[in-house]
């Protein structure tokens, strides 16, 4: 039985090694909580926030979080007893959406689940893997020698596949280049919604290049063009944007709108429901893998548990502490060994907080309830 009594929110600013850029938005600074959740026996789990400053992504934003998590989400769960962290989705449905709120609760709440059994969080999850393949998104660079020498440097560091932002404009003869440059390298696109179907004989000049997959190429609540848009390419049409519920993934499936999964636990609103649409893509052979949001310690040793069940078949953004900051908040950090990053044998995510490193990035720091 879990018993939350006491959840702590910790706001961090984490400056950014690069600035993070796509067509819609740009980003030097991390903005996000880390939420701190306590049990009646004392054992404590991690959450993390992945909304932006600002709703270009998805509608939420840190502080539209901070307000749902304190004055909807918390009190749902706290001095509520719970047999199973499978009920905090149950119980988060009284609200609507704000699923990057909810995730971040409800991944706190199955950490202490999995540190009170003893063991990982991917065993309690139902994971296979010992170790899940990883990829690396990079944003739009200043100049394409600035794009070739970091993607020279992703590959020399192991990473398993490349992901490159293209907008209109910035995609056929980008990608031309960066094939003839690296013409072996996994390469997918991300067009974060950047076109829309009269762009079709552009879209269509990208099967050319061999790419992996184009990444929610259309916008971000369609379903219906993404469906004529992947009839009428060769290169396999993921969702990102698109994808909030296991209906959306029903809805697209059925209709055709892609051939691939792009999770993010966050997006999804929690792990409970991202293991729903794992399962229903495993029994419809459509292959899942693990989005990032530009995750500290925490939120990417969430993604990384969830990257170990089966249907994760492709590599994920998940990639190692070090690719956006100095020093991550974590200890040990996530590291990356020929391309994989191997899964902590560890209870619950299997990262500890650095708390000197916390510390050192929170702005603000807000208690609820009684430890
Ligand atoms: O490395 C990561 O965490 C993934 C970064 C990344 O590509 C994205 C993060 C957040 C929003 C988007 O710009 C983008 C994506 O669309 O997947
Ligand atoms: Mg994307």
């Not at 202490?112 to 296979?128: E, M, Y």
């Not at 499936?253 to 792990?271: D, Q």
């Amino acid at each position: 039985m879990i018993l939350i009594k006491q959840v702590i929110l910790h706001r961090l600013n984490m400056e950014l090694k690069q600035p993070f850029t796509t067509n819609l938005a740009s980003f030097r600074n991390k903005d996000f909580f880390i939420i701190e959740v306590v049990d009646e026996s004392g054992e404590r789990g991690f959450g993390e926030t992945a909304s932006f400053p600002t709703p270009w992504y998805t509608e939420e934003t840190v502080e539209t979080n901070k307000h749902v998590l304190e004055a909807f989400l918390i009190p749902l769960v706290l001095d509520v007893p719970l047999d199973h962290p499978d009920q905090v989705a149950a119980k988060f449905e009284v609200v609507r959406r704000n699923n990057m709120a909810k995730a971040a609760l409800e991944g706190a709440i199955w950490d202490v689940f999995a540190k009170k059994q003893g063991i990982p969080l991917a065993t309690a999850l139902g994971g296979t893997k010992k170790a899940v393949d990883v990829g690396v998104s990079i944003g739009i660079q200043p100049s394409m020698n600035e794009l070739f020498d970091t993607i020279a440097y992703h590959v020399e560091e192991g990473y398993k596949r490349v992901k490159l932002k293209i907008k209109p404009g910035f995609d056929v003869e980008m990608l031309a280049a960066v094939r003839r440059a690296f013409p072996t390298v996994p390469i997918m696109a991300d067009a974060n919604s950047a076109y829309r179907l009269h762009d079709l004989p552009r879209l269509k000049e990208l099967d050319a290049f061999n790419l992996q997959m184009i990444e929610q190429p259309l916008g971000h609540d369609d379903f219906i063009d993404h469906a004529t848009l992947q009839s009428q390419l060769d290169t396999p049409i993921c969702l990102d944007e698109s994808i909030h519920t296991f209906s959306d993934v029903r809805t697209a499936l059925t209709l055709g709108s892609c051939s691939i999964i792009n999770m993010k636990v966050a997006r999804v609103g929690g792990i409970t429901e991202a293991k729903k649409i794992h399962d229903y893509c495993k029994s419809n052979d459509v292959p899942v893998w693990c989005g990032g949001m530009l995750e500290a310690g925490i939120g990417r040793a969430h993604s990384i548990a969830l990257a170990t069940l089966p249907q994760f078949r492709l590599p994920g953004d998940t990639s190692a502490s070090n690719r956006y900051f100095d020093k991550d908040i974590i200890e040990p950090k996530v590291t990356l060994e020929n391309g994989q990053v191997v899964i902590p044998d560890r209870p619950g995510i299997g990262y500890e907080i650095d708390w000197r490193a916390l510390e050192n990035y929170r702005i603000e720091k807000s208690v609820i309830g009684k430890s």
